[in-house]
């Protein structure tokens, strides 16, 4: 025993408290057990991930199997957990971002009614975020999978009382749920031919199973990539991302900018013994991403939101990240995701920022002169904006075991000019349009 399983239990033990005790804990109680819970499962994230550094570089993997989830003749499901340098990349972005946005959200939401509530859904997601991303079978990850899709219903419908917040939250359930179908066709499909649903064994035997480019492993993965496009938002189903801003700002900066929607992405890097298989697949992967890149960003430009012109972005800096997976450049690709969880993470705080300032506006062409005013939101904002655009001195070097074209697809200045127009549309020059005077703090407890 590795202990892996305590990780994605501190969340959920925080979730059951926090029912269990209710309004007994107080607001205070109640983030110090949500941080606690988060931070602690942090510390012992890198614990994990130390002990995984110390092991020779060809026996990097920990295994934690707590028992037998369910026995059906010659097939068992186990509560299995898998810590590899893929997943220690993902466990320490998903703790180490997500503590940091639960810290940010005890003030952001101190003046919400719901304050209880909103830490149980963010507590939820992320024992559903970890549990998908330390699985070791496909079963385990897709109960992850479908929980952060769950929590993402819950938190983008967190203020459910304004129509539009609950519409958005119907849609990215029912958008998903079409990913989810071609995720479990291709689950089902890898099962019924390669005899296993367990990580080490199906990949194991899949170069015998499966014959290159042959029609079963190139459907199987095709289907599996289906589902990332539905959480990844990718084109077709990019179009619940951009609403799913309805929901209050942390949300937007853990869920659908750091973590929930990098799962495609960990998905496909996970399965690449599989798409090595299937020529056909990684490149409609790589279409695909270079395709909603492409697209996104253009119609980033053309945003007002503040919010929403993130959330664009987001769906293209996605795109880069699947193009360089399709290209075969995976290192690259998940690099790029890590990268990315932090500075997109930090613009959305910043806009969170900037819109309890401003009493709840969200409009670009109201904005204007605020640098001086929130100093510390511009220059946080402006880092973060230059790490979008992966500004540099030098030119980068490949990331070792990267093709070329992988490295400038998750490397190269391709950030959209929408996130760089945004910060300078807040920072400079004088207010747009109706003139609206910054305050430190929002009027509005409703403020996103």
Not at 415 to 422: E, F, L, N, Q, R
């Amino acid at each position: 025993m590795t202990g892996l399983w305590i990780i994605p239990a501190l969340p959920l033990a925080a979730v059951a408290l926090n029912l269990l005790l209710g309004d007994r804990l107080g607001k205070r109680g109640t983030a110090w057990l949500a941080c606690g819970a988060v931070g602690l499962a942090f510390a012992f994230a890198v614990r994990a991930v130390v002990s995984l550094a110390q092991l020779p570089a060809d026996q990097r993997l920990l295994t934690d199997t707590v028992g037998t989830w369910f026995r059906v003749g010659d097939f068992s499901a186990d509560f299995g957990f898998l810590l590899d340098p893929l997943s220690a990349v993902m466990v320490l972005v998903v703790t180490g971002v997500g503590f940091l946005i639960h810290v940010y959200s005890t003030g952001y939401m101190a003046h919400d009614g719901s304050f209880r509530r909103f830490f149980l859904y963010l507590n939820l997601f992320m024992f559903a975020m970890l549990t998908l991303v330390l699985a070791d079978n496909f079963l385990l990850l897709f109960v992850g999978w479908e929980g952060v899709g769950l929590c993402s219903y819950l938190l983008i419908g967190f203020w459910y009382q304004r129509p539009a917040a609950a519409e958005a939250g119907k849609k990215a359930f029912v958008v998903n749920r079409i990913g989810d179908f071609g995720f479990l066709l291709g689950m089902f499909t890898l099962f019924t031919f390669g005899g296993s649903l367990n990580f080490e064994r199906l990949f194991a035997a899949a170069p015998h199973a499966f014959p290159v480019a042959g029609p079963v492993i190139t459907f199987a993965t095709i289907c599996l990539f289906v589902g990332a496009t539905g959480k990844s938002a990718q084109i077709p189903l990019y179009v619940w991302l951009p609403d799913a801003m309805e929901g209050p700002t942390p949300v937007s900066a853990l869920i659908h900018a750091a973590t929930m929607v990098t799962a495609g992405v960990y998905m496909v890097a996970r399965c690449h013994v599989l798409f090595e298989l299937a020529p056909a697949a990684l490149e409609t992967v790589a279409v695909i991403g270079a395709a909603t890149a492409l697209f996104a960003a253009t119609i980033g430009l053309a945003q007002n939101d503040i919010k929403r012109v993130l959330a664009y972005s987001t769906v293209s800096q996605l795109g880069y990240m699947f193009m360089a997976c399709g290209v075969g450049a995976f290192g690259a690709g998940i690099f790029h995701l890590m990268t990315h969880a932090f500075f997109k993470a930090l613009l959305f705080l910043g806009a969170g920022s900037v819109i309890h300032a401003l009493s709840d506006e969200q409009d670009l062409r109201k904005m204007g002169g605020l640098a001086w005013r929130l100093p510390w939101t511009h220059a946080t904002m402006l880092v973060a904006t230059i790490a979008s655009a992966r500004t540099r001195s030098s030119p980068a070097p490949s990331p070792p075991g990267t093709a070329a074209c992988g490295s400038w697809a998750s490397w190269g200045p391709c950030s959209p000019p929408s996130t760089c127009s945004a910060c300078t549309s807040c920072a400079s020059g004088g207010p747009r349009g109706s003139r609206t005077r910054p305050s430190t703090t929002s009027t509005n407890p409703r403020a996103r």
